[in-house]
């Protein structure tokens, strides 16, 4: 079937660590987005590649990072510099601008917690 | 970043009764997008709206596209349980430009349906 998969399903950070996050899609999507969920609040743009071995900042990419060297991949690393990274980490992806408007897609997310 | 405001922040209502849900913003989106997200899990697209003063069904729901482009809502006819979640609106970028696909979230809805 085709989707986005992210994983872990949960991961556990210690102090001073930098995890890996995981996403794929096997949907042809061009662009891909990383989101951040925290209680009570919607969603937060973290970074987003429209193309392979491109990407920009979203609203809070600071202590993130991520790389797309590949269509289907767009990992998200929480490096140590980020101070309260427990959250719901969301993947995203869409087709591109050449497709006309489209919708996002998303992944069933990665729950982070410190340890 | 911005963000929509979405309103009501909550709703408790019985099985069987409507529900109307919306969100306003202070910019102009191409696209208005409406999300079901059910705890632990990724949003699932509900309805996607593409043009100003488009009116979209899909079985209970019906969403409207605002007029101005700055706002949307979203019905949900004889409720059932299996509507409990929270439901988020988003604004989409349009193609071209380094915004495209860029969504704005607003806070969510979160539905509580009483058998």
């Given at each position: ?6 994983s872990?399903?949960?991961?556990f ?12 899609q096997?949907l042809?999507h061009?662009a891909?987005?990383w989101?951040?969920?925290d209680?009570?609040q919607g969603?937060?743009l973290?970074?987003y590649?429209q193309?392979v071995?491109?990407?920009q900042k979203?609203?809070?990419a600071?202590?993130y990072?991520v790389?797309?060297?590949k269509?289907?991949s767009f990992?998200l690393?929480?490096?140590s ?5 427990t ?6 992806s869409m087709?591109g601008?050449?497709r ?9 997310g990665?729950?982070?917690s410190?340890? | 970043?911005q ?9 408790f209502?019985q099985e ?14 191409n696209?208005?997008?409406w999300y ?7 949003p699932?697209l509900?309805?996607?709206?593409y043009?100003?003063g488009e009116?979209?069904?899909?079985g209970?729901l019906t969403?409207?596209f605002?007029i101005?482009r700055?706002d949307?809502f979203?019905?949900?006819s004889?409720?059932?349980p299996?509507d409990v979640?929270?439901y ?8 071209g430009?380094t915004s495209?696909?860029k ?11 009483h058998?």
């Open positions: 079937d085709g989707g986005i998969t992210q872990p399903k949960y991961l950070r210690k102090e001073g660590q930098n995890v890996t996050l995981s996403c794929e096997n042809n061009d891909m987005y989101y951040r969920q209680p009570g969603l937060r973290i970074y590649s193309i071995n491109d990407f979203g609203d809070i600071e202590g990072s790389s797309r060297e269509k289907e990992p690393t929480v490096t510099a980020q101070k309260n990274p959250a719901f980490y969301l993947c995203a087709f601008a050449d006309g408007d489209q919708p996002q897609h998303f992944g069933d990665t729950r982070l410190i340890l | 970043g963000q929509l405001n979405q309103s009501p922040q909550s709703m209502i069987g009764e409507d529900v109307s849900m919306n969100c306003t913003s202070s910019s102009i989106f696209t208005w997008l079901k997200q059910d705890p632990g899990e990724g699932v509900l309805i996607a709206l043009k100003a009116l979209t069904s899909n209970r969403a409207q605002g101005t700055k949307s979203l019905n949900i004889a409720s059932i299996s979640g929270i988020f609106c988003a604004g989409q970028r349009g193609a430009g495209y696909g969504l704005t979230f607003g806070q969510g809805t979160i539905l509580t349906v058998p």
